[in-house]
């Protein structure tokens, strides 16, 4: 899959589309999700333009998969997810439902989380 430079969160990088920053550095940024599941619920992106998690993975430098990750890290102890504890998911894909074609990883607090994901309804 090719990379959609237009798509919603390129639009955001480029400051094209406001968003409610919780965190920027040079390889990321993480912003609140227009459309929250959680009380909190904050989406990291990094800076460069790979599709998915799959892509980023593969493609992306040492330097940026390790920058990115630690602001993952960062952004969940800043929002004081730490305790009692947050989740961290990045869909990819049809099957996961993957709405964004930029690579993201959601962090959900705030509340009682279950015990990991549900089955979709078949
Ligand atoms: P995913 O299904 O993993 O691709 O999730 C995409 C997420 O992006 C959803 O949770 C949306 O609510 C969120 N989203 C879409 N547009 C925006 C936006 N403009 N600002 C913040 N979050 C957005």
């Given at each position: 899959m090719t990379y959609d430079p237009n798509n919603i969160f390129a639009r955001i990088l480029r400051g094209e589309?406001?968003?409610?920053?919780?965190?920027?550095?040079?390889?990321?940024?993480?912003?609140?999700?227009?459309?929250?599941?959680?009380?909190?619920?904050?989406?990291?992106?990094?800076?460069?333009?790979?599709?998915s998690f799959a892509d980023f993975s593969a493609k992306a430098s040492d330097a940026e998969v390790l920058g990115f990750f630690r602001a993952v890290g960062k952004v969940?102890?800043?929002?004081?997810?730490?305790?009692?504890g947050y989740r961290i998911l990045a869909n990819h894909g049809r099957d996961a439902h993957?709405?964004?074609?930029?690579f993201h990883v959601h962090i959900f607090a705030g509340t009682n989380l279950g015990r990991m994901i549900k089955p979709a309804d078949r």
């Open positions: 589309i406001p968003n409610k920053t919780a965190y920027e550095d040079e390889y990321a940024l993480a912003f609140h999700d227009i459309n929250p599941q959680t009380p909190t619920h904050v989406l990291v992106i990094p800076k460069g333009a790979y599709v969940a102890k800043d929002l004081g997810a730490d305790e009692p993957q709405e964004v074609p930029h």
